[in-house]
């Protein structure tokens, strides 16, 4: 053989075997890449350091924190009513007028009383004055000084009397014209021109929505994590999964003993005017907040002896325990204060049954755009 020859199939032998070689390794890699367990993103979550709150839950009702029910004052016939429900009113705009006939002839009666006791007062107060000065020049004798001075004392009592009589009737004729205690929003009108009402007959309700409260309960057993001026997290129904925040005012001191709770009250701020009266809320006293690395509660197992849940380290999966906090049962969220670092990678859900030491590889959602 030549040596031309020898190198041809030497040169051949190699390529083929490089070729052999590169076949085996592609193999070996889709192999390996075949080990892999691909976990969707649904499955997974990053911890990350949040705040993270927990308290007694309450449940109530809103409540206008300012509400009167106006009320005729005395009896008598409406003449007219001024306003309407859902219309704003300023203080002490006129709602409701009554007739007032006969307080305005008790009025001008009274006024012309105060005039005639007023020129009797005057006459009674110049005889008087007169009789000190016959007395003194020893014209008259004194009883008859006696006499105008206690003319001019009736006078003066009559006087009096008229012109209180007199103001009695102003306050009356006053109160035929029922105003509005506050500035506010007519919530109802409980009386119509033509009604005949009576002292304490309801006419109208103003409310003033630009604070509201929240009168709840809670379980007396949690009340010692109740305190004034802690805030208060709740949802109203009709708002969806809007969150509403106010603060705590007052604390009943006793218990209801049929049911055990405690009412408390807390003030809403309500710019807007976005809550009204009479809504059922439900949610919690914020007594306990932290920033701390936080879990979902699907990522925890806690039937053993410690909590544990599942981390992706290297590509693998590895069983973590770990060490709790506190527990926000609203978001379903636990406070980690041991075991893993914000950064971690968690396992969710099904994903949770992957055994330790498991190779994964989260996958990436496509771009359809």
């Known amino acids: 053989m030549s040596a031309r020859k020898f190198t041809a199939g030497l040169a051949i032998a190699i390529t083929i075997a490089a070729a052999g070689c590169s076949r085996g390794d592609a193999a070996a890699d889709t192999a390996a890449a075949d080990l892999n367990v691909l976990v969707g993103p649904e499955n997974i979550v990053i911890v990350a350091a949040r705040e ?10 809103i409540a206008a924190e300012r509400e009167a029910t106006v009320r005729a004052e005395l009896a008598g016939a409406v003449m007219e009513t001024y306003a309407e429900p859902g219309q704003r009113v300023p203080a002490g705009a006129v709602l409701v007028r009554l007739d007032d006939s006969a307080i305005r002839d008790q009025e001008l009666s009274a006024r012309a009383a105060v005039a005639a006791a007023r020129n009797a007062n005057e006459i009674a107060t110049r005889e008087r004055d007169r009789a000190e000065t016959l007395l003194k020049a020893g014209a008259i004798a004194e009883r008859d000084a006696e006499r105008a001075r206690n003319g001019a004392l ?8 008229a012109q209180a009589m007199y103001s009695s009737a102003q306050k009356q004729q006053a109160k035929t014209r029922v105003t ?36 709840a309960s809670v379980p007396a057993e949690a009340l010692a994590m109740v305190r004034v001026g802690l805030p208060v997290e709740f949802s109203v129904s009709g708002y969806g999964t809007r969150r509403f925040v106010g603060r705590v005012i007052r604390i009943n001191p006793t218990a209801d003993p049929a049911t055990r709770q405690v009412r408390i009250i807390a003030q809403i701020p309500n710019a807007g005017a976005t809550l009204v009266s009479g809504l059922f809320a439900e949610g ?53 204060t041991a075991g893993l670092v914000p950064g971690d990678t968690v396992l969710l859900g099904t994903a949770r049954g992957l055994s330790p030491g498991t190779p994964v590889k989260v996958s990436v959602p496509s771009d359809n755009k």
Do not use: C, Y
């Not at 053993?304 to 992706?312: D, E, H, L, Y």
């Open 52 to 61: 993270i709150r927990t308290g007694p839950t309450l449940s109530g009702a």
């Open 180 to 215: 509005a205690p506050f500035a506010g929003i007519v919530s109802a009108r409980q009386a119509n021109a033509g009604d005949v009402v009576s002292p304490g007959g309801a006419l109208f309700t103003i409310v003033d929505p630009s604070t509201m409260r929240l009168e």
């Open 154 to 161: 009736a006078a003066q009592t009559q006087l009096a009397s």
């Open 284 to 336: 919690r006293v914020a007594s306990e907040t932290r920033t701390a690395p936080l879990v979902p509660q699907s990522a925890v197992d806690e039937r053993g002896v410690r909590p544990t849940v599942m981390r992706i380290r290297g590509g693998k999966v590895e069983r973590v325990e770990v060490d709790l906090g506190i527990r926000d049962p609203q978001t379903e969220m636990f406070e980690v």
